[in-house]
């Protein structure tokens, strides 16, 4: 069963920081482009950050504004987020996602997601 | 703001058809995936690419593409089809990803 599993949520205050892993399991990570997606209370899906098979190429969403690095260990097949400078907005549940792409084709889809880990910046 | 737009909400009656759209310029270059929320659950997805089902997910979900929208359809709605429906793609840019704001779909 292809499987991914966050940790490392938790409450932290503001201008704090926090590592989350995504541990992936029944499928050939190091194949995969994988990535991070957030929601926060109430809201909907919002794309946070990608990276490619070997970690060389990254992506972030505009709001990230250089607080998060993606990252990721191809022998230990997890992927990892380090957020630094949080602010209360930043609260929401972190998700992450394996990408599979059809690239020439421009289909790409997320799949499997993993359950999820909460992250709350509170002081 | 999303470059995606879906409608907020959208009502069905049991075992009709219901057609759940997404707008955005991307989308007349990429094709959108569709994902299903429950409540409490996280994401899964339901269609990809022309119209892709991954296993698992009945036939009475389907995916299709006009110009700069996306729907998904779901013919015969069931109750366990109440849920959030969210369209994801490539953004303007294509360097990154952007999804739409969500249609909260109601079985009545």
């Known amino acids: 069963e292809e499987r991914l599993v966050e940790s490392g949520g938790g409450v932290v205050r503001p201008g704090g920081s926090l590592r989350l892993s995504c541990a992936a399991s029944?499928?050939?990570?190091?194949?995969?482009?994988m990535t991070w997606v957030r929601q926060g209370p109430g809201k909907g899906l919002e794309w946070v950050s990608d990276?490619?098979?070997?970690?060389?190429?990254?992506g972030y969403a505009d709001f990230v504004q250089g607080r998060f690095t993606i990252s990721r260990d191809n022998a230990k097949n997890s992927l990892y987020l380090q957020m630094n400078n949080l602010r209360p907005e930043d609260t929401a549940f972190y998700y992450c996602?394996?990408?599979?792409?059809?690239?020439?084709?421009?289909?790409?889809?997320?799949?499997?997601w993993g359950q999820g880990t909460l992250v709350t910046v509170s002081s | 703001s999303s470059e995606l737009t879906q409608d907020p909400a959208v009502s069905v009656a049991l075992g009709q058809t219901v057609r759940i759209t997404c707008q955005g310029d991307?989308?007349?270059?990429?094709?959108a995936s569709w994902y299903q929320q429950k409540p409490g659950q996280a994401p899964i997805l339901v269609v990809y690419?022309?119209?892709n089902r991954p296993s698992g997910i009945p036939g009475r979900f389907t995916g299709s593409n006009s110009g700069n929208t996306a729907s998904l359809s779901i013919t015969g709605a069931q109750a366990q089809d109440e849920a959030d429906y969210y369209c994801?793609?490539?953004?303007?840019?294509?360097?990154?990803?952007?999804f739409g704001g969500g249609t909260k779909l109601t079985v009545l």
């Open positions: 991307s989308l007349r270059t990429y094709y």
């Open positions: 994801n793609s490539r953004d303007s840019s294509g360097d990154h990803w952007v």
């Open positions: 029944g499928f050939s990570f190091d194949n995969y482009v």
């Open positions: 996602a394996r990408v599979r792409q059809i690239a020439a084709d421009g289909i790409w889809w997320f799949d499997p």
């Open positions: 690419g022309k119209n």
């Open positions: 990276i490619n098979w070997n970690g060389d190429s990254r």
